[in-house]
């Protein structure tokens, strides 16, 4: 059913509201239940004056929505981009409840934007939004009732300077309200790491079992950020050959693989790809239907289109990104049949196990090393891949569906098993 009279209306917050229906469906929820599960619980809408390096009083809209507290405290970044809009916080949300049900962590979904070209701001301006967000924001969220983290045009020093600034206001040094953080400020080891390195443990666990060897595996990143560079790092480590990457400018492509170190280090340098001399210039469009075994879309929703679907030349589609494949794609992809899809929220959920990693350190005020970390990462991982697998086995769908439907079921058996509050 689409939710036609709502604040949250968007393509992107339907297009999420269409994948719950489908796994809905086969749930057979009852409506009333149905309706508690899918809808967001609350959303904040702030206006946050910030002064700017020339002395002006500048006004940004920020947003945070908690779609399930019914689970434990709510869970997601904080996004900073020029094209946040409430429904695409909401769908974020929506998915992050999915997310965190499925890997069995006793999380909400949440999501947090701000309507802002990070890159157009100077340090000291960055540092001011930041804070003034957080400040915004702090009567809604706390280590036991939202907690947020890093996404698009966020980094741990933005996450470090949000933490400060709860931490002043509550008077002491609180690192659990907030996960991503720089190591000193009670950061995890490996959380920096941990999506890309989950995506890549999930592509080679496919790969496995399709048995196409390293050596016979080549990919292609839309987007190179931090999700994107980790997972092609951890699967240049692995053998396999990078053929194509891009970000926000354009990309790179070299059929016979490209210098990732050299990249990475051209990209830290200058900022973007632009010049970067180790491949062919190439859109990002045109990248993404190029021929490989593994495509992972790693950076914004809605990129794989019913334009694009029947032209996709891969074996397998990571979905590094939150919603990276439109329904009509997906519906396309399915008719196809002969490309393993690795839904979103599978396939990139390694950042929010090791955020909650990050957060029973924090509670604990115990810190695990980085290999204790990546091993409870892998065991969780792999609890996730098999009961997805089952459930797709069980109900002859699609590994989509057969992800939602696991993360649906049991935030919908708990706010069953809650009631409803008279």
């Given at each position: 059913m689409a939710l036609t009279h709502t604040i949250y209306q968007s393509p992107v917050f339907q297009q999420a509201c269409n994948q719950f229906d489908i796994a809905a469906d086969i749930l057979g929820l009852e409506p009333g239940l149905r309706e508690r599960t899918k809808r967001p619980r609350r959303c904040v809408v702030v206006s946050m004056p910030v002064r700017m390096d020339n002395g002006q009083i500048e006004i940004f809209e920020g947003y945070r929505v908690q779609h399930n507290l019914s689970t434990g405290p709510a869970k997601g970044g904080i996004r900073f981009h020029e094209d946040v809009t409430l429904g695409e916080v909401a769908a974020l949300a929506m998915w992050m409840s999915w997310k965190c049900s499925l890997v069995g962590l006793p999380y909400g979904g949440a999501k947090g934007g701000v309507i802002v070209n990070a890159r157009d701001l100077s340090p000291t301006e960055l540092e001011r939004l930041s804070r003034r967000y957080m400040q915004e924001i702090i009567p809604f969220i706390g280590p036991n009732i939202d907690?947020?983290?890093?996404?698009?045009?966020?980094?741990?020093?933005?996450?470090?300077?949000?933490?400060?600034?709860?931490?002043?206001?509550?008077?002491?040094?609180?690192?659990?309200?907030?996960?991503?953080?720089?190591?000193?400020?009670?950061?995890?080891?490996?959380?920096?790491?941990?999506?890309?390195?989950?995506?890549?443990?999930?592509?080679?666990?496919?790969?496995?079992?399709?048995?196409?060897?390293?050596?016979?595996?080549?990919?292609?990143?839309?987007?190179?950020?931090?999700?994107?560079?980790?997972?092609?790092?951890?699967?240049?480590?692995?053998?396999?050959?990078?053929?194509?990457?891009?970000?926000?400018?354009g990309g790179i492509h070299n059929p016979k693989g490209i210098d990732l170190k050299a990249a990475l280090a051209y990209a830290s340098t200058h900022k973007s790809l632009i010049g970067f001399t180790g491949g062919d210039a190439i859109t990002n469009e045109e990248l993404l239907v190029q021929p490989c075994t593994v495509l992972i879309p790693?950076?914004?929703?809605?990129?794989?289109?019913?334009?694009?679907?029947?032209?996709?030349?891969?074996?397998?589609?990571?979905?590094?990104?939150?919603?990276?494949?439109?329904?009509?794609?997906d519906a396309i992809l399915t008719a196809r049949g002969d490309i393993e899809i690795i839904p979103d929220v599978l396939c990139n959920s390694g950042g929010v196990i090791v955020s909650y990693f990050e957060w029973l350190q924090n509670l604990q005020n115990y810190y695990w090393t980085k290999g204790e970390v990546f091993d409870k990462l892998y065991r969780m991982l792999a609890k996730a891949k098999a009961s997805v697998d089952e459930t797709q086995k069980k109900y002859g769908c699609s590994r989509r569906t057969a992800a939602l439907v696991l993360g649906i079921a049991r935030v919908a058996d708990a706010k069953a098993k809650r009631g409803l509050f008279p």
């Amino acid at each position: 059913m689409a939710l036609t009279h709502t604040i949250y209306q968007s393509p992107v917050f339907q297009q999420a509201c269409n994948q719950f229906d489908i796994a809905a469906d086969i749930l057979g929820l009852e409506p009333g239940l149905r309706e508690r599960t899918k809808r967001p619980r609350r959303c904040v809408v702030v206006s946050m004056p910030v002064r700017m390096d020339n002395g002006q009083i500048e006004i940004f809209e920020g947003y945070r929505v908690q779609h399930n507290l019914s689970t434990g405290p709510a869970k997601g970044g904080i996004r900073f981009h020029e094209d946040v809009t409430l429904g695409e916080v909401a769908a974020l949300a929506m998915w992050m409840s999915w997310k965190c049900s499925l890997v069995g962590l006793p999380y909400g979904g949440a999501k947090g934007g701000v309507i802002v070209n990070a890159r157009d701001l100077s340090p000291t301006e960055l540092e001011r939004l930041s804070r003034r967000y957080m400040q915004e924001i702090i009567p809604f969220i706390g280590p036991n009732i939202d907690i947020p983290a890093p996404d698009l045009g966020t980094n741990e020093q933005v996450i470090g300077w949000m933490m400060d600034t709860y931490s002043t206001h509550v008077g002491h040094f609180d690192p659990g309200v907030i996960t991503g953080k720089p190591i000193a400020l009670g950061g995890s080891l490996g959380r920096r790491e941990a999506t890309g390195e989950g995506v890549a443990w999930f592509i080679k666990s496919y790969l496995q079992d399709m048995a196409i060897t390293p050596e016979k595996t080549t990919v292609i990143i839309q987007g190179f950020g931090n999700v994107g560079s980790e997972a092609a790092l951890a699967l240049y480590d692995w053998g396999a050959e990078v053929i194509g990457i891009s970000d926000f400018t354009g990309g790179i492509h070299n059929p016979k693989g490209i210098d990732l170190k050299a990249a990475l280090a051209y990209a830290s340098t200058h900022k973007s790809l632009i010049g970067f001399t180790g491949g062919d210039a190439i859109t990002n469009e045109e990248l993404l239907v190029q021929p490989c075994t593994v495509l992972i879309p790693a950076a914004l929703e809605r990129v794989i289109t019913k334009d694009n679907a029947a032209n996709l030349k891969c074996r397998m589609l990571a979905e590094g990104a939150n919603g990276p494949t439109t329904n009509d794609a997906d519906a396309i992809l399915t008719a196809r049949g002969d490309i393993e899809i690795i839904p979103d929220v599978l396939c990139n959920s390694g950042g929010v196990i090791v955020s909650y990693f990050e957060w029973l350190q924090n509670l604990q005020n115990y810190y695990w090393t980085k290999g204790e970390v990546f091993d409870k990462l892998y065991r969780m991982l792999a609890k996730a891949k098999a009961s997805v697998d089952e459930t797709q086995k069980k109900y002859g769908c699609s590994r989509r569906t057969a992800a939602l439907v696991l993360g649906i079921a049991r935030v919908a058996d708990a706010k069953a098993k809650r009631g409803l509050f008279p």
